[in-house]
């Protein structure tokens, strides 16, 4: 299954404030923007995904363990045959 959402509808928390819904990544790398940043997040099976982070929460750090979670309306379609 392919899915497509925009960076901001990925919410960032602690894994203890986490929703049961949310998955574990890790940080890989940030870009601070001032009002917002974007975040390159591993999740636990290799995927990587970005999040725009717009609140202003505690500073995270590269490698740190942290949740993630949707917010709102996703697309997502079946995989085609022969793509990855």
Do not use: C, N
């Amino acid at each position: 299954m392919t899915v497509m959402l925009r960076p901001e509808q990925m919410g960032v928390t602690a894994r203890d404030r986490a929703p049961d819904s949310a998955v574990t990544a890790t940080v890989l790398h940030q870009d601070f923007y001032g009002h917002d940043a974007m975040i390159t997040l591993g999740l636990t099976d290799g995927t990587r995904v970005t999040a725009r982070i717009l609140d202003a929460g505690k500073p995270l750090a590269l490698g740190d363990d942290v949740a993630v979670h949707v917010r709102g309306v996703v697309r997502a379609w079946p995989r085609t045959v022969g793509s990855s």
